[in-house]
């Protein structure tokens, strides 16, 4: 089961990570429905999928390393470079701690990645996309080249907008309609 099956993710979201309730998103707006993808990316199925997934998204252009904010990152990370390693595929992963570290080395950037390097930072969900442009800063300061962000999961609430307007690009491997659900 390593290759990308967009309809296998859908029912693996719809099953593992997607309910519905009243809930308050990091970005503070109040939602609907709820998208916990760490029930999806640390499932063994979900990994997998969104690894592949991951690694589609990046095609021939390989970069350096994939990373993001600590902790919804770091299971896609990991999924994402553990296939490219069974693929005989060059991919580094990188953590983005939410703040500099206080002791030791004191580096927000953790992993074996160095200044120079080319990223692409991955995501689970993006709402706003105000946590993937935090990781974007962390790595730029870093020295990191970063000009792409992967995510699971658009929910199409302006996030893509905010990132496209940083210059970036936003790739995903799902929407929020793609689910079955409409933009509120």
Sequence with gaps: MNTYDKSELI???KQHAL????FTLASGKKASFYLDCRKLTLHPKGANQIGAGMLKLLGSE?????GGMAIGADP???ATITLAGQRDTDLLGFIVRKEV???GTGRQVEGPVESGMTAVIVEDVVTSGGSALKAVE???EFGLKVDKIQA?????????????AAGLQL??????EDLGIQRS
């Excluded at 699971?152 to 990132?163: K, S």
């Excluded at 790739?171 to 929020?176: K, S, V, Y």
Aim: aromatic share 2%; glycine share 8%; charged share 30%.
């Design 11 to 13: 029912e693996l979201i």
């Design 171 to 176: 790739e995903t491997l799902t929407t929020i």
């Design 152 to 164: 699971v999961v658009d929910r199409l609430e302006g996030g893509r907008e905010a990132i496209e």
């Design 76 to 78: 896609i990370s990991a």
């Design 138 to 140: 962390a790595v730029r």
């Design 62 to 66: 390989t970069p350096d390393a994939v």
């Design 19 to 22: 309910q519905f309730g009243d």
């Design 101 to 103: 570290k206080q002791h």
